[in-house]
């Protein structure tokens, strides 16, 4: 028996401490305030611990565990992963623990990061594998906890990985691994670039390793990464690889290229979301699933809200909820898609450097509606350059 400190009752700690406790470990629950989940969980925990993180009593707690699973939203400079990392506490979060919890012969897993697509390429990866007959689920950043998930009876779990959950990670090594895009994001997390891009590499620990040659630091990484390697991109196939030829998604690994299906096919619209259905045909015809498979699963593919869907078009305006691009790399791909545009931005920045991305997008904006709490940032560059569309 291990005893474990949960740090974070939220959806994934949550079932942490149910999975653990059910399979016969200890677990004390820790959160910085009271909350009904927490009382929830107090029937099943050893302790429960809460308050201030630098507390004597929360220190004394995780002295009394092996082995501390932290909410990924925390970051290393916190203060309960110095604690834990000071008392030789290994810590790491909560899709790692799956990974050490699954069972011999669990389904292997299909994982995804990047800055940008990450839940649009897992899901048309789910629905390629369903489309096959393939039972799985798209997992990890969305949907049920991985804790829970590993011990049903999958052929695959297709997974979503933040950067946040892969540096918390340490022995997680899925048997495919792709990695998007590469941009500035979580700097105020991760402490600085080079951190951010080393945290997503860590998708790359397993046999089979896909990246996208378009992205100049993912093809230079994928270069150096373990296991084989596949690449896609937007241009021709290179042999070896996938890419668009004559207006056709084609699999190009072996021999003549396969075609798998036309890219006017492919839903939300964007070159940016045809480098997603790439990826996902990638690792599906890496996990083996056939060319009609990879076809109906992406013709088929029921896009996920607030990502480049059209809302409505009144007097010859179209209406666009992008609300997932959440980072400037995200909402470069957005709005790269038009010729006139009219902006409302605004959020967090996260410690990334906005201007790039206005200057990419100055000479089609028609005008902009600033929210949040960074929108003089925001207000600043568009001065710069874009003067007079505020």
Do not use: C
């Not at 790692?96 to 990047?114: I, S």
């Not at 791909?333 to 200057?359: C, E, F, H, N, T």
């Not at 509606?369 to 560059?381: P, Q």
């Amino acid at each position: 028996m291990t005893r474990y400190l949960v740090a974070g009752t939220g959806i994934a700690g949550a079932e942490s401490v149910r999975v653990l406790t059910r399979i016969g470990h200890e677990v004390v629950v820790y959160d910085q305030a009271e909350s009904p989940r927490l009382a929830e969980l107090e029937p099943l925990a050893a302790a429960v611990v809460t308050g201030d993180p630098t507390a004597s009593a929360v220190t004394d707690a995780i002295a009394s565990v092996d082995e501390v699973v932290l909410s990924p939203g925390i970051p290393p400079h916190h203060a309960l992963a110095r604690t834990a990392e000071r008392l030789n506490r290994p810590v790491y979060s909560e899709p790692e623990l799956a990974w050490r919890l699954r069972p011999t012969g669990a389904a292997p897993w299909l994982a995804v990061t990047g800055t940008n697509g990450k839940t649009t390429t897992v899901t048309m990866l789910a629905a390629i594998l369903s489309a096959a007959g393939l039972r799985t689920e798209a997992l990890g950043n969305i949907g049920r906890a991985l804790v829970d998930a590993v011990f049903d009876d999958y052929d695959a779990l297709v997974v979503e990985l933040s950067s946040q959950q892969l540096h918390w990670s340490q022995t997680l090594a899925p048997q495919f691994g792709a990695l998007l895009n590469l941009a500035d994001d979580h700097l105020s997390w991760h402490g600085d670039a080079h951190s951010y891009m080393h945290a997503k590499t860590a998708i790359w620990r397993g046999a089979v390793n896909i990246g996208n040659l378009d992205d100049p630091q993912v093809a230079k990484l994928l270069s150096a990464a373990p296991g084989r390697h596949l690449g896609f991109t937007l241009g021709p196939a290179s042999p070896g690889g996938f890419g668009v030829t004559d207006g056709v998604i084609v699999d190009h690994r072996d021999g003549e290229p396969v075609p798998l299906i036309e890219v006017d096919r492919i839903r939300p619209p964007g070159r940016h979301h045809v480098a997603n259905a790439l990826a996902a045909a990638a690792m599906a015809r890496a996990f083996g699933v056939d060319a009609a498979a990879v076809a109906a699963g992406l013709a088929g593919y029921e896009p996920q809200p607030h990502r480049n869907v059209l809302i409505d078009t009144v007097d010859g305006v179209r209406y666009v909820d992008d609300s997932k691009g959440t980072n400037p790399h995200a909402a470069a791909a957005a709005l790269a898609s038009y010729d006139r545009i009219v902006w409302i931005a605004g959020g967090q920045l996260k410690g990334v450097d906005v201007d790039p991305l206005v200057a990419s997008a100055a000479d089609r904006l028609r005008g902009a509606v600033l929210l949040g709490v960074d929108r003089a940032e925001l207000a600043t560059s568009l001065s710069r350059h874009a003067p007079g569309y505020r």
